[in-house]
């Protein structure tokens, strides 16, 4: 949410500098916008990428949160090139060959994090013996 908000507040800031806010504002510019299909589909892309990035944040470890947006910029910079004919340079090529090989390396032998009991467990247990022990006294 502080990317979203700081993104608007910058971008309003931009355009209220450049004395640009009521043409950006304006009714036949939104509807523009709007109407254009490659605009809505860049919107939904980015809102794909935010729900699947929420997901990873929730359930990956450190190092598969790293390969996830190493993936994520890679499968971005295919698509422009797909989608928007955006060249794709020799140290894309590289970085995207760097990050499969990283990724192949790394399933190989992945990190497993020992299980450990919850803590909200582990507090109760805590909380029980206290009361055991005044109970005894």
Known sequence: MCLYVDSRICNLSLLILQGNLTAALNFDSLKLIFSTPIVLAVVLNNVAIGIVTSFFL????????????????????????????????????????????????????????????????????????????????
């Open 58 to 137: 929730a359930q990956l470890n450190s190092i598969l949160k790293t390969f996830a947006s190493a993936l994520e910029l890679m499968f971005t910079a295919v698509l422009c090139w797909i989608i928007f004919g955006i060249p794709i340079y020799q140290n894309t090529i590289v970085a995207i060959f760097i990050v499969t090989l990283a990724i192949l390396l790394y399933s190989k032998e992945p990190v497993q994090n020992p299980s450990q009991p919850c803590a909200m467990q582990k507090d109760e247990k805590d909380m029980q013996k206290l009361l055991d022990e005044e109970l005894d006294v």
